[in-house]
């Protein structure tokens, strides 16, 4: 809307500027819900909207903008279990619109499936699943309901595939695009191979598909996070960055997955699921 109505260089710089406003604002409002103390969630803002993965990808825009919903689609989701309304539920559905207009399946195709976890993880959660199972098939549904308001944008990509040039990777091809297990060390020292902006980074493949630095202090507080499990959300969350980072390594069995055709994640770039990380 804003690149109709003013020049494009002005909104350019604003559409840029937006991705770590709105997804630090969104991770704070998401912490927050889950009582979290205001020092914390500006922080966890902070962290998710400065990560590695947010930062070096945010010139290109449509990464961010596909992904920055995330938060605030968990906020809707833990809302409407906890407090339903119809209101919420609308504006669920407006949210994911948006992760799809904003161009990235990929990413949109994660907030989805990490999306759905969370909803999982509520309802086994539930003493009274039978009588809460209701909510919870709502909350499916609007799931669905953007993948028809957004059709007008889905179908001419899902044709424009079938011509595309770009095919699944094959097993050998997949080590470039995926993290050798000795880049571990890049989550406590991201430039510990180099950097392209010094022009010394030495690895094979790019720098900005390993990013996974979120700085070391905030690593710290994970582990002791972890450690501590007040909460049943450390647990969730905790299991979710460690699977994600796991499915990015260059090992055999995440190679295997990759090399099996699956539509978006064999021809989509695997390490990208950091973004859940």
Not at 60 to 69: A, E, P, Q
Not at 151 to 170: G, H, K, M, N
Request: charged share 10%; glycine share 4%; aromatic share 22%.
């Amino acid at each position: 809307i804003l690149f109709i109505i003013a020049p494009f260089l002005t909104v350019w710089s604003a559409y840029i500027l937006l991705i770590p406003i709105l997804s630090g604002f969104f991770t704070y409002l998401f912490l927050k819900e889950i009582k979290l103390t205001k020092f914390a969630s500006f922080f966890g803002g902070f962290i998710f909207s400065f990560s590695a993965f947010m930062v070096v990808w945010m010139e290109y825009g449509n990464l961010g903008h596909t992904f920055l919903w995330m938060p605030l689609v968990l906020l809707l989701v833990r809302r409407f279990i906890y407090n339903q309304g119809l209101v919420k539920l609308l504006f669920l559905i407006f949210v994911l619109c948006l992760s799809i207009f904003a161009g990235y399946i990929q990413l949109t195709m994660y907030v989805y499936i990490f999306a759905l976890c969370f909803v999982f993880f509520h309802f086994l959660r539930e003493d009274k699943k039978r009588e809460r199972l209701k909510t919870y098939l709502l909350l499916i549904a609007s799931f669905i309901v953007p993948l028809f308001l957004s059709a007008v944008q889905l179908l001419p990509t899902f044709e424009l595939l079938q011509y595309s040039a770009r095919t699944s990777y094959t097993f050998d091809q997949l080590s470039q695009y995926l993290i050798p297990v000795k880049s571990l060390i890049t989550v406590f020292v991201p430039d510990f191979f180099g950097n392209p902006a010094s022009r010394n980074y030495w690895l094979p493949g790019t720098y900005i598909e390993r990013a996974s630095y979120i700085g070391v202090l905030p690593t710290v507080f994970v582990f002791f996070a972890w450690y501590k499990r007040k909460s049943p959300y450390a647990i969730f969350f905790g299991a979710a960055a460690l699977i994600s980072y796991l499915s990015a390594l260059d090992i055999y069995s995440v190679k295997l997955a990759h090399s099996l055709g699956i539509p978006f994640l064999s021809t989509g770039v695997p390490s990208r699921i950091l973004s859940i990380y």
